[in-house]
């Protein structure tokens, strides 16, 4: 097992700027990715970023250029830098630790992230 514990959400005004992060425990596995996913009101899930333990980062076109991805191997942490933020990007991102091999998903418990224009 793997938990997942996220924090850093907030509400901002759009064009501020809001740093996500989330520290993974539990079970080690050699090949992984750690991420974000957001789910707004009435739509699916969908990703934000990712990036693997061997440092391949994928973005959704959407936030291309003003979120960041990040990690720190030593203390399991991920985070999420997200700059100039719009109303649309207003959901409940949820932290997604996936085994590859596996095609294992472990989840966070969700943080909202609320941007006012």
């Known amino acids: 097992q793997v938990q997942l514990v996220e924090s850093g959400g907030g509400l901002v005004q759009a064009g501020g700027s809001l740093r996500l992060s989330c520290a993974a425990s539990?079970?080690?596995?050699?090949?992984?990715?750690m991420g974000w996913y957001r789910q707004a009101p009435e739509k699916q899930r969908e990703l934000v970023a990712t990036?693997?333990?061997?440092?391949?980062?994928n973005y959704a076109e959407s936030v291309k250029g003003r979120f960041t991805i990040s990690r720190d191997n030593a203390k399991n942490t991920v985070y999420l830098q997200m700059n100039s933020l719009k109303p649309e990007d207003t959901a409940v991102y949820y932290c997604?630790?996936?085994?590859?091999?596996?095609?294992?998903?472990?989840w966070g418990q969700g943080t909202q992230v609320t941007v006012s224009s």
């Open positions: 539990g079970r080690t596995f050699n090949f992984y990715a």
């Open positions: 990036i693997t333990n061997g440092g391949t980062i």
């Open positions: 997604n630790f996936r085994v590859l091999a596996a095609r294992l998903d472990y």
